[in-house]
């Protein structure tokens, strides 16, 4: 499956960004979806991820209220909404997909994550 981010941009902080994942192929169901980042000079960390059916979702504690996953069947497309933005939260923001069969805590796990997609920078000033 071939991954297509959007989103990215500037922002103050406190403001708001929408990330969007566009995935090709009718396949988008058989997936597990999930957004990674990575800041400058640092590790790709995991930031969120939905199951296949949507009925499970998991965040990194930092995101934790801040930011939401979601994904829609019909459009093959996964969301990431961002809210009240901090500075930490500047990186590159990678659309990943799985069809690796997640038992919970393994969602975080990078080596899970079959495809990434080019990546989509967002940045947020203090």
């Known amino acids: 499956v071939q991954l297509q981010a959007s989103g990215g941009g500037m922002v103050q902080a406190g403001g708001s960004l929408r990330l969007s994942c566009a995935a090709s192929?009718?396949?988008?169901?058989?997936?597990?979806m999930g957004w990674f980042r990575q800041a400058p000079g640092k590790e790709r960390e995991f930031v969120a991820a939905?199951?296949?059916?949507?009925?499970?979702?998991y965040y990194t504690g930092s995101v934790l209220g801040r930011f939401t996953i979601s994904r829609d069947s019909a459009k093959y497309t996964v969301l990431l909404q961002m809210s009240s933005l901090k500075p930490e939260d500047t990186a590159v923001y990678y659309c990943?997909?799985?069809?690796?069969?997640?038992?919970?805590?393994?969602?975080?796990?990078?080596?899970?994550?079959?495809?990434w997609g080019q990546g989509t920078l967002v940045t947020v000033s203090s």
């Open positions: 990943v997909a799985s069809s690796y069969d997640h038992r919970g805590d393994d969602y975080s796990e990078r080596w899970t994550y079959d495809y």
């Open positions: 939905i199951s296949r059916s949507g009925g499970n979702i």
């Open positions: 192929g009718s396949t988008f169901r058989l997936y597990d």
